[in-house]
């Protein structure tokens, strides 16, 4: 390897780790900001955001399945039960024919 492999070996080294820190920074700074309370939720918001995109462009079968799951969900608090729920009201409308 050439003396210009290991510079840019060095340089992408010091940007990732230069990356790393100001999530280090950042993330201290919003730990002890007013929107702290926000870093407790953001596990559920960004899963939300995931289903809430994948099912935008599906058709009415996925949404109903999906209601169903919620509702599951909602009652039950179990996440077990959430997707048994879902998987089975979308076989169980897949195989009505709908």
Do not use: Q
Not at 39 to 60: F, Q, R
Not at 71 to 79: E, G
Request: aromatic fraction near 8%; charge should be positive.
């Amino acid at each position: 390897m050439s003396a210009s492999h290991f510079g840019l070996i060095a340089l992408l080294s010091l940007l990732a780790f230069s990356v790393r820190l100001a999530g280090l920074f950042a993330g201290r700074a919003i730990g002890e900001s007013r929107l702290a309370f926000l870093l407790d939720e953001l596990p559920g918001l960004i899963i939300v955001a995931l289903v809430a995109a994948s099912m935008a462009t599906e058709p009415g079968i996925y949404w109903i399945a999906g209601g169903i799951a919620l509702l599951t969900a909602w009652k039950t608090r179990n996440i077990i039960a959430t997707m048994g729920a879902g998987m089975t009201a979308h076989a169980a409308i897949t195989f009505m024919g709908a």
